[in-house]
């Protein structure tokens, strides 16, 4: 509240607009309640893969955020960098406004790198259970419990286990990499609906990546092919393009992701943010990529 508070004083916005803006994610899941058919509002999409380097063993995190309107919203893009008594806690990816991460970094032996994917609801009746879990049982917002889990957990172990065991208002991918390993975790609000584990088999990946988008399709989810924000139009998977690049690899490089997520097959509409994130070497690339009606010509920061 103190942040919110900071906000609303430097931009003479309402406190109450500012403390609303963080329900951001929530709100956004938001459906008509008919199972597995329904075409998603044009809100935050995105892309998360999690890939091993098999010439190397280093395992790095690749990803797009879409986030509609986009011309607003990648004005609105910076890395925080958050500190407690000097010493750096964990970088972030972060829309100014919104006090809460949407990809992170923590350095270390045993680091992490974490991000958030909207997960649509995926039954009748989700709406409901995501107000009740915010309004009655008081829950935090999703953002705020992966927030505390970059400040709280010290290495990746810890912060899978809380990834899959704390309670959330509302349904999300969490897709997070550490040092030679990477998992990404579909959550239900009070379980896990389904995990891939880097390396294990599984019938959608090779073993030396998984990925993730927005849709359950281990679960044959037909939504995904009625993403708006696809530059191709309904009827495209952004999914399957990377995956026809990824396979088309015999080793996945650095190149190969950035070539993978900079593809128009991959990039939504409203693509406004490119992270690949290593967390073995402290690797921090970040990209604005040029997208649709956004004014930028691609800006691009390292930082390590």
Not at 2 to 21: D, S
Not at 264 to 273: I, L, M, R
Not at 277 to 284: A, D, F, K, L, S
Request: proline share 5%; hydrophobic share 35%.
């Amino acid at each position: 509240m103190g942040e919110i508070n900071g906000i609303a004083r430097e931009t003479k916005l309402p406190v109450y607009g500012i403390h609303a803006i963080q329900m951001l994610y929530e709100l956004q899941t938001i459906m008509v309640p008919i199972w597995n058919i329904t075409i998603p509002w044009s809100g935050p999409g995105c892309t998360g893969i999690i890939a091993m380097n098999k010439d190397d063993g280093m395992v790095y995190h690749a990803r797009n955020q879409d986030f509609s309107p986009a011309p607003y919203m990648q004005a609105l893009m910076y890395t925080a960098n958050f500190k407690r008594g000097g010493q750096e806690l964990f970088k972030a990816q972060m829309i100014a406004a919104y006090a809460l991460p949407l990809t992170g970094l923590k350095k270390g032996r045993n680091g992490f790198s974490m991000e958030t994917n909207t997960r649509y609801l995926d039954h009748k009746g989700g709406n409901s259970e995501w107000e009740r879990n915010l309004l009655v049982e008081k829950r935090p917002f999703n953002s705020w419990v992966v927030r505390k889990i970059m400040e709280e957990q010290p290495d990746y172990d810890g912060a899978v286990k809380a990834a899959k065991e704390e309670k959330l208002c509302a349904t999300q991918y969490l897709i997070m990499s550490g040092v030679k390993k990477g998992t990404i975790i579909a959550r239900n609000p009070d379980n896990v609906a389904y995990q891939m584990t880097l390396g294990q088999p599984n019938y959608y990946c090779r073993d030396d990546y998984i990925i993730v988008t927005n849709f359950d399709y281990w679960y044959h989810d037909i939504r995904e092919y009625f993403d708006p924000t696809s530059q191709f139009g309904l009827g495209h998977s952004r999914r399957k393009s990377a995956q026809k690049i990824l396979n088309s690899s015999s080793v996945i490089t650095e190149e190969v992701l950035w070539k993978t997520i900079s593809d128009k097959g991959v990039e939504a509409t409203d693509t406004v943010f490119q992270a690949l994130i290593n967390v073995e070497t402290g690797m921090w690339n970040v990209t604005l990529p040029p997208c649709k009606d956004c004014s930028n010509k691609s800006e691009e920061t390292v930082i390590v």
